[in-house]
C-alpha cells in the first residue's frame, strides 16, 4: 500500500542525500530509494578514496624529496594490501556516517530500482525481490552518472574505469590513461608518484582543458619533469591485447606511435544517467547532456525536481549538495535559486589546482617558490593568480600546494574591494601570504 511522502528522491548519492536529509530538517517526510551504495559514487569510488589514493602517493613523493632536507630514509615500500585496508576503512567510516544521518534525521532509505510511473508515483522493484508504489507530493531525481565507456575500446581486466581501478590488488608497473581531464590527470600524478609508468593521452590540445591555458602548461611540465609522458593532440587508434599486455597504437600529431602498458584506464568522462525511456513517457524535459532543470532544480513537469549530476550542468559533489538543498527548500515551500557563480572548482593533481569565478581584467601573480611556508615544506611548485575588475576581486586560479584549502579564502573575497583585502594583516609565515602578494602585483 502506498504512504504519501513530501519528496520521494531516487539515489542516495551527494544530492539526494543532501536533499533529504534538509527536507526532513524542515518538517518533511522522505523515502529516499539507492539501488546500490548509500553515500553514491563520492563516497564509495569517487571523492573519497580517490583522495586516499592521493594522499598516499603525495606520501610517498615527499618521501622521495625528503633527503633534501636530512630525512634519511632506506626502509621504505608501497603495501598495496595495507592501502587498500586503510582506503575501506574510510570509506566505510563516511559510508556509516551518512547512514547514521539519514536515520537521525528520520529519512526512509528504501534498496531498491526505482521507476517513475507518474509525476508523483514511484515504483520500487525492492533488493528482497518484493515491489513497492511510493506516493509522494515532489519527486526528486538524484540518479548521478556513470563513466563513459567508448564501444571502440575493449573493456575487460587490463582496461578500466575510475570505478574498477579500486579492484586492483597491485600497482602496475605500466598504465596508459586515456582522457586528460581532471580525472585523467589525477590519476596520472597517483600512479606515477606510486612507481608507474604512466603514459597519459588526451585528444584536445592541452590536458585540463576547463583550465586557463597557463594552469594547464604549469602542472603538463610539472607532470612531464616526474617522468608522466603526456601525449596531447592524440587519438587511440588501436588496442590489442598479448600474453597479459596490452598494445596501443597512438597517432599524435599525424605521428604514428606505439605503447606497451600493462594496464589501461580511461577518462574520457562521465554522463549523466537516467531512464530516458520513463522520462519521455511523462514528459520531463532533457538532452544529451542530462535533464534539463531552472535555478529552483525544477524540470518542466510540476512536482518532479533533479539534481546532482544527472543535470549535466557540474559533476561535482560539492555542487550536488547545494542543488539538493535548493531543491529541498523549495519543496518545503521556501523560494530559492541556486548561483553557479562562485563554484569553486578543484583538481587533486599533485600539486592542487583550484579555480574560482572569472578570469578577466587586471591580473596580479605570486610564486609559492618566494613563500617561507612553502620552502619550509620542501612545496614550491605553483602560483596563485588573481583578477581585479573596477576595483573588486573577480576571481583567481590556484596551482600549489593546499590549493584546494585556499581557494576557500578567495571565494569568500568575490566582489570585495581591493583595497579593503590589502587591509588584512595574516599569519606569517603561511601559505595564504601568497594570495596577498598576488594582490599586491595587481598594479605592478
Not at 534498496?111 to 508515483?121: C, S, V, W
Not at 522493484?125 to 571502440?152: D, Q
Not at 573596477?390 to 576557500?408: H, T, Y
Request: charged share 30%.
Amino acid at each position: 500500500m502506498g504512504r504519501e511522502f513530501d519528496a520521494v528522491i531516487i539515489g542516495a548519492g551527494a544530492a539526494g542525500y543532501s536533499a533529504g536529509v534538509h527536507i526532513a530538517r524542515l518538517g518533511g517526510k522522505v523515502a529516499l530509494v539507492e539501488r546500490e551504495n548509500v553515500g553514491g559514487l563520492c563516497v564509495h569510488f569517487g571523492c573519497i578514496p580517490t583522495k586516499v589514493l592521493v594522499a598516499m602517493g603525495r606520501t610517498m613523493l615527499e618521501i622521495k624529496q625528503a633527503q633534501r632536507r636530512g630525512v634519511i630514509s632506506k626502509l621504505v615500500s608501497y603495501s598495496p594490501s595495507e592501502a587498500d585496508a586503510w582506503r575501506e576503512r574510510v570509506v566505510r567510516r563516511f559510508a556509516k556516517a551518512v547512514e547514521a544521518n539519514l536515520r537521525k534525521e528520520g529519512v526512509e532509505v528504501i534498496k531498491g530500482l526505482a521507476f517513475i510511473d507518474t509525476p508523483h508515483r514511484v515504483i520500487v522493484e525492492e533488493e528482497g525481490g518484493g515491489k513497492r508504489v511510493l506516493e509522494g507530493r515532489n519527486v526528486v531525481i538524484a540518479s548521478g552518472s556513470s563513466a563513459i565507456r567508448p564501444s571502440s575500446i575493449a573493456q575487460d581486466g587490463e582496461v578500466s574505469t575510475s570505478k574498477e581501478v579500486f579492484e586492483w590488488r597491485k600497482v602496475p608497473q605500466s598504465l596508459a590513461v586515456i582522457g586528460g581531464g581532471y580525472i585523467g590527470a589525477e590519476f596520472a600524478c597517483v600512479f606515477n608518484a606510486l612507481g608507474a609508468e604512466v603514459y597519459l593521452i588526451e585528444k584536445l590540445e592541452r590536458i585540463l582543458a576547463t583550465e586557463e591555458e597557463e594552469v594547464s602548461r604549469e602542472i603538463e611540465g610539472i607532470m612531464s619533469k616526474r617522468g608522466v609522458h603526456i601525449f596531447t593532440e592524440t587519438t587511440l587508434t588501436k588496442m590489442e591485447k598479448k600474453e597479459g599486455k596490452v598494445y596501443l597504437r597512438i597517432l599524435e600529431k599525424g605521428k604514428v606511435r606505439e605503447i606497451e602498458v600493462e594496464r589501461v584506464l580511461l577518462a574520457v568522462g562521465r554522463q549523466a544517467r537516467f531512464d530516458a525511456h520513463s522520462l519521455e513517457r511523462i514528459g520531463v524535459e532533457f538532452d544529451e547532456k542530462g535533464i534539463k532543470t531552472d535555478l529552483r532544480m525544477r524540470t518542466n513537469i510540476e512536482g518532479i525536481y533533479a539534481i546532482g549530476d544527472v543535470t549535466g550542468r557540474f559533476m561535482l559533489a560539492n555542487v550536488a549538495c547545494k542543488e539538493g538543498v535548493v531543491a529541498a527548500e523549495n519543496i518545503m515551500g521556501k523560494e530559492r535559486e541556486i548561483d553557479y557563480s562562485n563554484i569553486p572548482n578543484c583538481i587533486f593533481t599533485i600539486p592542487e589546482i583550484a579555480s574560482v569565478g572569472k578570469r578577466e581584467g587586471r591580473s596580479g601573480k605570486a610564486f609559492f617558490s618566494a613563500n617561507a611556508k612553502a620552502n619550509a615544506q620542501g612545496e614550491t611548485e605553483g602560483w596563485v593568480k588573481v583578477y581585479v575588475h573596477n576595483q573588486r576581486f573577480v576571481g583567481a586560479s590556484v596551482i600549489g600546494p593546499e590549493a584546494s584549502s585556499l581557494i576557500v579564502i578567495l571565494q569568500l573575497f568575490l566582489g570585495e574591494r581591493i583595497e579593503r583585502i590589502r587591509e588584512a594583516i595574516i599569519p606569517h609565515p603561511s601559505l595564504p601570504e601568497v594570495i596577498w602578494e598576488a594582490i599586491a602585483q595587481v598594479d605592478k
